[in-house]
């Protein structure tokens, strides 16, 4: 693991430190106050279950967009990588300094089918805690950075496009599931402009 070949392997070890990091600061970091998130355009988006599937569908491009530039473009994952490392350190150090929270989920759910019971099942696990910045919205950005950036990928328009739609869909799919305010997500937005400039919009790479 000490040889060039091999030393970004080293990179993945980020991963459990920021779950050590978030866990902490979910589950036992002590908090006097929550800062609420909520707009008036909150109010106007309604909650629809189905938008669980680009919700959850975020496991998969995030791990995907990982696993793909690990092992066919190197040089790709330690970009993203690094905007990995400095978005979501950029955000844990938000969620220590300014605790934030959302009171959107609905007390009672329109519908009753499988995919709201999965949902009513999911609140329990995931806190209403730390929500902004959205790290749905980071995560997803880091992975249609990264793969816009591979030199096999950047050239098929199509699936450009469709990396594209479901980025947007996933970042869709966290204020129509009740998971954060609109407000999560564009504060997010100035954070991932912050990975990217660092790590892809430097003079001489490609945008």
């Known amino acids: 693991l000490n040889t060039p070949e091999f030393s970004h392997v080293w990179l993945l070890l980020y991963w459990p430190l920021f779950g050590l990091g978030f866990s902490y600061v979910e589950r036992f970091y002590p908090v006097a106050h929550y800062i609420n998130m909520h707009c008036a355009l909150d109010d106007l988006i309604p909650f629809n279950e189905w938008f669980l599937i680009p919700y959850m569908f975020w496991f998969v491009y995030l791990i995907g967009a990982v ?25 844990l150090i938000i969620y220590f300094l300014f605790p934030t929270c959302q009171m959107l989920r609905p007390e009672v759910f329109p519908r009753d089918n499988a995919l709201t019971r999965f949902i009513a099942g999911f609140y329990v696990f995931d806190t209403n805690t730390n929500v902004c910045p959205s790290l749905h919205v980071i995560g997803s950005a880091a992975a249609l950075f990264a793969l816009r950036d591979g030199p096999r990928l950047r050239k098929r328009a199509w699936w450009q496009a469709a990396s594209v739609l479901l980025a947007l869909c996933i970042s869709l799919s966290t204020v ?26 430097r003079p001489g790479r490609h945008g």
């Not at 040089?75 to 490392?85: E, I, K, Q, T, Y």
């Not at 129509?176 to 919009?201: E, N, T």
Request: proline share 4%; net charge positive; charged share 15%.
């Open 67 to 91: 696993a793909y530039t690990f092992f066919f473009d190197v040089p790709g994952f330690r970009r993203m990588m690094r905007f990995v490392m400095i978005t979501y350190s950029v955000t």
């Open 176 to 201: 129509f599931m009740k998971q954060h305010s609109i407000l999560d997500v564009l504060c997010a937005l100035p954070v991932c402009a912050l990975g990217w400039r660092m790590c892809y919009g």
